[in-house]
């Protein structure tokens, strides 16, 4: 009986740590599937970093957190993933959306904002080397939100279609190959090196 006791308070203990971690365990699946779904960009025009820790100069936040940038021959692209379902609303430059799932409401940051953040991040270290660089800001949600948001400077897409809306805004090359190892070199020389765990307690810190 004991050990019944013992069995039910360790799996008790554990279902409380995945409740806890869900959410981040959720974004770091969503971040992967489209980590793959950029893998098929012709490797020659395009660049991936994943997962990059910028400084955020510009922002109320100690560093930023982009999921993916794309750095190529037509400019570059923040992506920010969302693995988030259910009905998703807001305004393109509202402070918050909201996610309704079966008439339970969540708040949450508007991810284009967030984006925005990210390439004022990139723009503030190529911009005195690259002052006509293009950005383009894409968000991308898991196939079970439906996104209502219209959006005029940003594209929302499903996560499967990340590799597909790249292309699509690739409409001009402005740079060349040699242009494009110089700012994935300039990129990494301005990283900063904290685990995910640091930046969101900085993140944090600031809302308090």
């Known amino acids: 009986m004991q050990d019944l006791y013992?069995?039910?308070g360790i799996f008790f203990v554990l279902c409380l740590v995945l409740e806890s971690l869900w959410p981040r365990i959720k974004g770091y699946m969503g971040e992967a599937v489209v980590k793959?779904?950029?893998?098929?960009?012709?490797?020659?025009k395009y660049s991936i970093i994943n997962n990059l820790v910028l400084e955020n100069l510009s922002g109320n936040t100690y560093s930023t957190q982009i999921d993916h940038l794309v750095i190529s021959t037509y400019g570059v692209f923040s992506i920010e993933t969302k693995n988030y379902k259910g009905l998703i609303y807001g305004s393109e430059y509202?402070?918050?959306?909201?996610?309704?799932?079966?008439?339970?409401?969540?708040?949450?940051?508007?991810?284009?904002?967030?984006?925005?953040?990210?390439?004022?991040?990139?723009?503030?270290?190529?911009?005195?080397?690259?002052?006509?660089?293009?950005y383009f800001s894409i968000v991308a949600f898991s196939p079970d939100a439906k996104v209502k948001v219209k959006t005029n400077d940003s594209v929302i897409?499903?996560?499967?279609?990340?590799?597909?809306?790249?292309?699509?805004?690739?409409?001009k090359?402005?740079?060349n190959p040699n242009?494009?190892?110089?700012?994935?070199?300039?990129?990494?020389?301005?990283?900063?090196n904290i685990s995910n765990g640091e930046h969101v307690r900085n993140v944090v810190s600031r809302q308090l």
């Open 157 to 171: 897409c499903k996560m499967s279609q990340v590799s597909r809306n790249v292309k699509k805004l690739s409409d």
């Open 6 to 8: 013992i069995s039910f």
């Open 36 to 44: 793959m779904e950029l893998s098929s960009l012709d490797k020659d």
């Open 179 to 192: 242009d494009l190892k110089n700012i994935v070199e300039l990129i990494e020389e301005n990283k900063l």
């Open 94 to 134: 509202s402070k918050k959306w909201i996610q309704n799932i079966h008439g339970n409401k969540n708040e949450f940051m508007n991810p284009i904002l967030q984006n925005y953040a990210h390439i004022k991040a990139v723009k503030s270290i190529l911009r005195k080397y690259y002052p006509n660089m293009r």
């Open 173 to 175: 090359e402005i740079l």
